[in-house]
């Protein structure tokens, strides 16, 4: 019933940007919490970035000063800004929603 769809990503050079969106298909506030984890291969999922519904964030200290997350509630949207990318941030991103609903994941590449 619930789908989440990123989109943004791609291949940027180390010290680029790049902005990934999640949209959902329901208001994201009736989440309670939105959240970006990444995964690259032979690791678990990391966390990222969390945001509350008050507003609240917190980063993993690996983005901290480099990714922003942010969500525009009028188009039902999640945003994460990557800022200052570097290769370690190389990864499947996806966008949790609630703590329990995942979307497929998108690929961000850092590599010159």
């Known amino acids: 019933q619930v789908q989440l769809v990123e989109s943004g990503g791609g291949l940027v050079q180390p010290g680029g940007s790049l902005k990934l969106s999640c949209i959902t298909s329901?208001?994201?506030?009736?989440?309670?919490?939105m959240a970006w984890y990444r995964q690259t291969p032979g690791k678990e999922r990391a966390f990222v970035a969390r945001?509350?519904?008050?507003?609240?964030?917190n980063y993993a200290d690996s983005v901290k000063g480099r990714f922003t997350i942010s969500r525009d509630n009028a188009v039902n949207t999640l945003y994460l800004q990557m800022n200052s990318l570097r290769p370690e941030d190389t990864a499947v991103y996806y966008c949790?929603?609630?703590?329990?609903?995942w979307g497929q994941g998108i690929q961000v590449t850092v590599s010159s």
């Open positions: 945001l509350f519904n008050s507003g609240a964030t």
């Open positions: 949790i929603a609630g703590g329990s609903k």
């Open positions: 329901v208001s994201i506030l009736s989440f309670g919490t």
